[in-house]
Nanobody, 120 residues
Framework: QVQLVESGGGLVQAGGSLRLSCTAS????????MGWFRQAPGKERAFVGT????????VYADSAKGRFRISRDNVKNTVYLEMNSLKPEDTAVYYC?????????????WGQGTQVTVSS
């Protein structure tokens, strides 16, 4: 079992930056592909991006390309989502997820989420 905990969310003005972290316990993340998702109020959960076990392969949603970057530190058992040039429409609860597959397909483990609010 993998327990994932997101952190780093908060309130930021439009144009600002945030870095979210996703830290695992219970098992090393080094063999897992990791994804970030978000869910805005009244909307379905949406894919943000994903990277493979060593960070060599990444895939981003169109909304994230050029502004967001996913990285990982397998020594710290942590995955990051760096978000720049934030917009009000980026406001959502952000979730990290883990899977042993690449391409990811369905994710096996999910965190509880961290709130990101972007003010205009």
């Amino acid at each position: 079992q993998v327990q994932l905990v997101e952190s780093g969310g908060g309130l930021v003005q439009a144009g600002g930056s945030l870095r979210l972290s996703c830290t695992a316990s219970g098992r090393t993340l080094s063999s897992y592909s990791m994804g970030w998702f978000r869910q805005a109020p009244g909307k379905e959960r949406a894919f943000v991006g994903t990277l493979n076990w060593n960070g060599a392969r990444t895939v981003y949603a169109d909304s994230a390309k050029g502004r967001f970057r996913i990285s990982r530190d397998n020594v710290k058992n942590t995955v990051y989502l760096e978000m720049n040039s934030l917009k009000p429409e980026d406001t959502a609860v952000y979730y990290c997820a883990a899977t042993r597959r690449w391409p990811p397909g369905e994710y096996e483990f999910w965190g509880q989420g961290t709130q990101v609010t972007v003010s205009s």
